[in-house]
């Protein structure tokens, strides 16, 4: 007889909202600085980058990978976009410097919102910031005209619901892109220890799904596909070196911010995501949709 699956070497694990929202924050409360010294580059997007050359440098793969979102979001001047998991307001200070937009970020963590505030204000563009879990935000209906967002829907329970929310919060034409890792086959959702550490430093937050279900939702929801791009996974192996790299050279510097056993178990935790990164287990897309008028017709 098959041995049960122990339930921490389970993907899926079930929780009220306000558990599921303290899992996702905690993985974010540490000193901001941190995260700096770990991400580097000048928008500190704690996620995979874009390395479009062999020379390109950390600030440049970051808004290679920025630039995508605004080509698949179409921007104009004068649009309003919305970041879900703005993070610490670098992606959305970027895109609203550039092109000419203004914008909101929302996130779960309240140091990332201060920071997120602070760095619009230096910048100053048109961006506001707040401590607000997509599941409470309620803006006026239709009214932006971009929504993206940046490996953050993995972190939720209910994803054909937050879809639907993002089409009411849209006008008509108006398009989402998120950038998201899937699972190549669900048979990788059952994981060993090496996988029980990296969902432990996320609290058990990680709801990965495979490409196809995505696609699905997102079709019952209402949304009209319009790209697809599948960022080779080379770019998330080198913006892990990268990152590995100032965990090494920043050492000091984040075990007196976080403490080295915190220090500790980050490492670990990006080695064996760079080593899960020369496998076969995951995919990382961008996945770029438009709201459509259910009635029109081609």
Known sequence: MKKPVPAEHQL???YSTEEELDRIKGHYEQDPKFFYLLTGGTWNTYSCTLWEREDSTPTEAEEAKLDLFARGMDLKPG???LDVGSGWGGPLVYLCKKYGVSGVGISVNADQTVEANARAERYGVDAKFYLKPWQEYEPELGSFDGIYSDEVITHFQHLDQFFACCYEWLRKGGRMVHKELHYTH???????????????VYNYS????ILASE???LNDTGFEIVDHI???ITNYQRTMDYWLKNTFDHKEEMIELGGEPHWRDFRKYLKIIRRLFSTNAMSCDVVVSQKIDPDDHA
Do not use: A, D
């Open 230 to 232: 599948q960022m080779p």
């Open 215 to 217: 696609l699905q939702m």
């Open 12 to 14: 899926y694990q079930s």
């Open 206 to 209: 990680g709801n990965y799904v």
């Open 186 to 200: 669900m048979r990788h959702s059952i994981f060993g220890r090496m996988g029980e550490h990296v969902h432990g």
């Open 79 to 81: 649009m309003r976009i």
